[in-house]
Structure formats: C-alpha cells, structure tokens
C-alpha cells in the first residue's frame, strides 16, 4: 500500500490527498497548529553532507544567541497566541545543559510548550531539561537506509540515531522525526521503509523535508528533491500514521510558491513561524537561499487551508 501511495500518478492525486485530509479531520477536526521556532546556535560538531553547517565548512559565520535574545522572541511568541515555542540548534556541546535548562523554565513560565531540536547530548541533560518543562523533541532520522545515513552522516550510525529516539521517549519526551526526501542515492523502497520506521517508533510527530542543496558542502551541486513526490510522502504518513502532527516545512515554499498550501491540502496540520534574529537567519544554513515563515504567511496558509489555527494544548 504504501508503495503505491508514493507511485500515485497525478490523476490519482486528487482523490489521495482528499482522502488524507480526511484522516486528518476525522483525529483533529479542522484545526492547525501553529508553533513558532528560533535557531540559537549554528555551531556542529558533526559533518554531514548535505548540510550547510557542516563542520569542515569554514565559510559559514558561526553563532550563538544569548538568552535575552531567545526569550525576546519567546515573549512575541506568546503575544502572538502562539502555544509551542521550538528551541532549535545545531549539534553542540559549547553550551552547558544548565544554561538551556534555564531557558526552558522561562519559556514554559510563559504558558508555552517547550519543543527541543537540539540533537543527541547526555542523558542526564534529557532529564534536567525536561524537569524545566520541555515536554517535546525531535531528532530526524534522515533516513532509514544505513549504507545511505553512514555515507551523509560519517561517523555516526542510524542504529544509534535510532537508539537515541528511543532513549527521549523513554525519558518521556514525545518525539518526532522523519527523512530528508532527495538525498542522492535514495529509493522509493526506502522511503517506505522511513514510514515503517516511523510506525515501530510510535512517533507523536513525523516530518519531511526536501533536500536543497547548500554551499560549501559536498552535495552542494546536486540537483533538489522532487515536491510532488515529498506532497506524497505527506499523504502517507497521513494516511498510515493518522494521529501524528505533520508539519508543512519551508522547504515545500522554497521550491513551490504555495507549497506549505499544498502540504495541509496533502494531510499536514502544523506550520511553524521562524523567530530567528533576522541578522542570524541566513547563518543557520540548513540549505541555502532558505525561505523564512513570517507569521502572516503562516496564518494566510491556515486560513487558506480552511483550518483554524489553535494551539497543542487543545490535544490533550
């Protein structure tokens, strides 16, 4: 079945994405989640190939926001009505768990849910950070073939990445992840095997992202994933996975005007505004020439959808 779903011709569309929508309604209504998230520190030890933050990329202008400059955006978050705030960083040690832990409180002090994205660290730190509230975290897999994560990802394994999803639900966070869709060497079959590995891991949270190539890495010429087959995705893991949250990524608009529209036509549910400093944006290169959600944007989609925005507490 799944395989299918991914091989839909575009005649069949239509009638998939209705019926993934109507997943979606029958678990959530008509509701979207909106989340607002900010990038702090673009510094990484690791060095993978599709990544503009790369290690070896010395190219890149290395940052770190301080907590006045994260909290400023947490508060606009909040005014805004907005009730999951996403704490996001490259995978470092250069900031000590006590120091985020911090963070977290005051966030949460906001009546906000606290989503962590900050990669694997010790698991002492899991359980301080979520004693100070955080209650979310998501770790991309990427994907679930290992020839193909060990050649992106050089020494690391997905059977630790693996490992490691599991440690956070054990630690009783809800987690998240998902594949980057377009990476050079992927399959159909693996994309259905990203799916099952999302199912055996009991995700609260699945995603896709389509791979934009990014300056200074060694992918940096390779042509960009496929949309149409990424909307597919979206559809699948609507259809097979039913109650996770789906986010419409940036990548979507990147490479289509009016793609996140098409993520929430195909099934998704969550959108998410980026609060990064404007003067930082640019130096979080996940790829490069990235598109920026802006509140407006993300509430036109919503409405655009016909959805209505709400917040994550309304889940129970």
């Given at each position: ?29 008509n509701?979207?989640?909106l ?36 909290l400023?955006?947490?508060r ?14 490259a ?22 849910n ?9 698991e ?13 975290f998501?770790?991309?897999?990427e ?15 997905l059977?630790?990445?693996?490992g ?20 050079p060497?992927?399959?159909?079959a693996?994309l259905?095997?990203d799916?099952?590995l ?8 699945s995603?896709?992202s ?26 699948a ?7 996770t ?10 490479l ?21 400093p404007?003067a930082?944006r640019?130096g ?13 944007h ?5 409405a655009?959808?016909g ?10």
């Amino acid at each position: 079945m799944l395989e299918s779903i991914l091989e839909t011709p575009p005649d069949g569309l239509p009638a998939l994405f209705a019926r993934a929508r109507g997943v979606r309604n029958a678990h959530f209504g008509n509701r979207a989640y909106l989340r607002a998230v900010i990038e702090f520190s673009n510094n990484c030890r690791c060095n993978c190939h599709y990544c503009g933050m790369r290690r070896d990329n010395t190219s890149l202008e290395r940052f770190r926001l301080d907590a006045a400059a994260i909290l400023e955006a947490a508060r606009m978050a909040a005014g805004e009505g907005i009730g999951t705030f996403f704490l996001q960083s490259a995978e470092t040690e250069e900031y000590d768990a006590a120091w985020l832990a911090d963070i977290i409180r005051e966030v949460s002090g906001m009546g906000m849910n606290v989503l962590l994205c900050v990669g694997a660290r010790d698991e002492s730190d899991l359980d301080l950070w979520r004693d100070a509230g955080a209650s979310k975290f998501i770790l991309k897999h990427e994907t679930s073939d290992p020839r193909l994560f060990a050649s992106m990802k050089p020494g690391l394994s997905l059977e630790e990445r693996i490992g490691w999803l599991r440690t956070l639900k054990r630690h009783g966070y809800a987690i998240g992840s998902g594949p980057l869709l377009g990476l050079p060497g992927q399959s159909v079959a693996s994309l259905v095997d990203d799916l099952l590995l999302l199912s055996d891991l009991d995700v609260d949270m699945s995603s896709v992202s389509v791979f934009l190539p990014a300056a200074g890495t060694p992918l940096a010429q390779s042509p960009t994933g496929d949309v149409d087959l990424a909307l597919r995705f979206v559809a699948a893991m609507r259809i097979f996975l039913e109650r996770t949250l789906i986010p419409a990524t940036s990548t979507f608009e990147r490479l289509r005007p009016g793609g996140q529209l098409a993520c929430f036509e195909a099934g998704a549910n969550v959108i998410t505004v980026n609060m990064t400093p404007p003067a930082r944006r640019d130096g979080y290169e996940l790829y490069s020439k990235r598109y920026f959600v802006s509140l407006e944007h993300a509430r036109a989609v919503i409405a655009e959808a016909g959805l209505v925005e709400s917040t994550e507490e309304a889940l129970g």
